[in-house]
Nanobody, 125 residues
């Protein structure tokens, strides 16, 4: 059973940085493809970033490209989302997820089989 635990959320002012972490339950991220999503109040969950199935590439939403960086440490079975130049519109609950099938669409929340509990990120202007 895959378990994901996020941490690192918090409150920052616009222009600040945060690093989110997501710990797997053992060889999670070396076996499956991870992604980050977020959900703001009253909005649908949206794609933020994801690794390709091979792990060779990373995809980002246009809204975060150039500001967010997704990385993985297989030895620690942990993935990270470094968020720089944060904006108030980045305020949301951020979720880590993994998909277990290579055919899944990495941009779609429906392709992911396991989810963390989420961590709140609040950016004030």
């Amino acid at each position: 059973q895959v378990q994901l635990v996020e941490s690192g959320g918090g409150s920052v002012q616009a222009g600040g940085s945060l690093r989110l972490s997501c710990a797997g339950s053992g060889r999670t991220f070396s076996s499956y493809a991870p992604g980050w999503f977020r959900q703001a109040p009253g909005k649908e969950r949206e794609f933020v970033a994801a690794l390709t199935w091979s792990g060779a590439g990373t995809s980002y939403a246009d809204s975060v490209k150039g500001r967010f960086t997704f990385s993985r440490d297989n030895a620690k079975d942990t993935v990270y989302l470094q968020m720089n130049s944060l904006k108030p519109e980045d305020t949301a609950i951020y979720y880590c997820a993994v998909r277990t099938r290579p055919s899944g669409n990495r941009y779609s929340a429906g392709a992911y089989d396991y989810w963390g509990q989420g961590t709140q990120v609040t950016v004030s202007s």
